[in-house]
């Protein structure tokens, strides 16, 4: 499955009403950690049907991040029947992304 661009006008039915977990990763195209993770989060995407993955860009989309306040990037928050369950900030390997989506905040690296 491919990443989904997350934006106020498909929030509710791309993630808060999603009947599988949804990885959001909230980054802007300047920003180089965000640049770091990207083929990780596309490759997790690729990888695991049983979830949605979706990017919300800050720059183009402020009010989603304030929303889910969102104060650094790159974000990635986990949420599961439309509450959030895990969230980390900053650069990570994959295997702390994958470890997210089991619902747990790895340190940070």
Request: hydrophobic share 45%; net charge neutral.
């Amino acid at each position: 499955m491919s990443v989904i661009p997350i934006t106020r006008r498909n929030l509710d039915e791309e993630v808060l009403r999603s009947d599988r977990p949804v990885l959001l990763d909230f980054w802007a195209s300047w920003c180089g950690p965000c640049r770091m993770i990207a083929p990780l989060v596309d490759e997790i995407a690729g990888e695991r049907p049983d979830i949605k993955v979706g990017k919300v860009n800050v720059d183009e989309q402020p009010e989603l991040a304030a929303r889910f306040g969102v104060m650094s990037i790159p974000t990635l928050v986990v949420l599961k029947n439309g509450r959030i369950v895990s969230q980390a900030v900053g650069a990570r390997p994959k295997g702390q992304i994958l470890a997210l989506l089991q619902g747990g905040n790895p340190p940070a690296v």
